[in-house]
């Protein structure tokens, strides 16, 4: 870890890459389909003959899987009967002692950055975690042992809930190249990175391994630094999260300002309430009478019928809203504007749930082929995203280069040039120039510019 901090690096340059100790593909409500137990593909993915409990995309990432999985594959059996109610971090448990077994057994080779030994030395916050929690990974532990099969005495359940707890403090969540979750995995080196709510490193994937890059000039001998969580989020929401998930308690230079002027206006932006007079830019705050919550800027109060009359409302809207998303599009689309007219008259345009539900806009305007109702709704999270966002954010990136197509799409060829270009700034840094996602970028913004060469004259912006 050391040898981390040691030279100077400067922006976007790649500080360590690190293939995955173990890894496992992820289904979720965003991404349902199954993948590839090597790289994460979803295309041209058959299960595997003989347990036909995992998938591949090829003979190459079979092949290269294979020492692992002939051992997961052998006991398919139990395995095949386990492996749909195993969750993916109790997949990663069993992969984590299928390869220390392969290890100890000299057939699996372990090298300076790739052994168990990494793994041992991994934080496991156990002592910090609450009777439930330990209760749910001694009981997780017992469905492990059985799904490994192992003889009584080589199981060591302390030690099982000890990698629980390593697994749950030093996974990452590993992406596509459309930034799309789709598995997890332990990287021992990279895990030895602290966190910081305004990191100088970033974390990226190419297939399974992890990229991490400076995101700004680093000096020699600066700690490296990385995010472990969602940066949109306040000072309080982002502290509660690393004391329940990490057990710590952040003191960055963000986190440092807890409470303070600023941070309680910025938390009222992103997830409180706010003045309903138009001239005013005030935030509430409950009032010392709990009847109601009054504006810190103008005085003026809201009385709790008041906000509970439109939350209720905005409950049963939202919940009609997601329901409708899965049949009948048109329907959803009118449900999440009336949610966002809701929202507006309690929250301020910046915050996070007017952001989600734009979010669930966009997707409903681009189903609906509506490309201009597409383009509002992009624009509005993009200035949202780059007030909680820092510069660098792939988020960031991702948004301009979905705006950039969508402008291009009706024509609007400056403001695509100046979307692409904010893309292709941000991927360099995150990716590096020769990512396949920064190469997209770039010939999209050679075609952009072509194409305005080309309608001079008669551009719209
Ligand atoms: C992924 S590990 C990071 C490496 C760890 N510090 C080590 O020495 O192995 C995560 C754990 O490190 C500690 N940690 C990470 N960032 C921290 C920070 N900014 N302040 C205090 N503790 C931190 C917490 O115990 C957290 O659960």
């Known amino acids: 870890m050391e040898e981390l901090h040691k030279a100077l690096k400067d922006q976007g340059e790649v ?23 090597w790289c994460f ?29 002939r051992v997961e594959c052998k006991a398919s059996k139990i395995v095949t009967e386990m492996m749909k109610p195993l969750t993916p971090v109790m997949r990663l448990l069993v992969k984590l002692y299928i390869r220390r077994k392969l290890e100890n057994e000299k057939i699996f080779p372990a090298t300076a950055t790739d052994n168990y030994k990494l793994v041992e030395a991994l934080v496991s916050n156990i002592s910090e975690l ?44 590993i992406d596509n190249s459309d930034l799309k979750f789709v598995g997890t995995g332990l990287y021992p080196v990279i895990s030895f990175t602290n966190h910081s709510c305004a990191p100088n490193s970033f974390v990226v994937f190419e297939g399974r391994l992890a990229v991490m890059r400076a995101m700004q000039h680093m000096p020699k001998d600066t700690e490296v630094l990385t995010s472990y969580i969602e940066l949109s989020d306040s000072t309080m929401t982002r502290q509660k999260f690393l004391k329940e ?20 206006r910025e938390t009222a932006i992103v997830e409180g309430y706010w003045c309903k007079k138009s001239d005013c830019d005030g935030f509430l705050l409950c009032g010392s009478d709990n009847k109601g919550f009054v504006c810190q800027k103008c005085g003026l109060v809201r009385d709790n019928k008041e906000i509970s009359t439109i939350t209720n409302e905005l409950k049963c809207i939202s919940d009609k809203a997601s329901i409708s998303l899965s049949f009948d599009t048109t329907e959803a689309s ?22 989600r539900t734009r979010a669930k806009l966009l997707k409903i305007s681009m189903d609906l082929d509506d490309m201009e109702g597409a383009l509002l709704n992009i624009r509005s999270i993009i200035q949202i995203y780059e007030r909680v966002y820092p510069k660098w ?25 100046e979307s692409l270009t904010k893309a292709y700034n941000v991927f360099r840094i995150t990716h590096g120039t020769n990512s396949p996602l920064t190469m997209k970028i770039t010939s999209k913004l050679a075609e952009a510019r072509a194409k305005a060469l080309a309608s001079f004259g008669r551009m719209k912006i």
């Open 15 to 37: 500080i360590i890459s690190q293939s995955p100790y173990v890894a496992v593909p992820i289904k979720d409500e965003e991404s349902p389909e199954s993948k590839c137990e």
């Open 41 to 69: 593909s979803s295309s041209s993915i058959k299960a595997c003959s003989a347990c036909r409990a995992v998938w591949y995309c090829s003979r190459e990432c079979q092949r290269s899987d294979w020492m692992l999985h």
């Open 130 to 173: 609450d009777v439930e929690l330990l209760l749910l990974s001694a009981q997780m532990a017992k469905l492990v042992s059985s799904a490994l099969q192992l003889p009584d005495s080589e199981i060591n359940m302390k030690e099982i809930v000890e990698n629980f707890g390593k697994i749950s403090c030093n996974s990452h969540s």
């Open 245 to 264: 998930k990490y057990c710590f308690t952040c003191s960055c230079s963000r986190c440092i300002k807890l409470g303070q002027p600023d941070d309680i």
């Open 334 to 355: 009118v449900a999440y504007k009336r949610v966002e007219e809701l929202e507006l008259k309690l929250y301020h345009p910046f915050s996070i749930s007017i952001m």
């Open 393 to 417: 954010h792939p988020l960031i990136g991702a948004r301009c280069y979905l705006c950039g197509q969508i402008e291009m799409e009706l024509g609007y060829m400056v403001g695509a040039i």
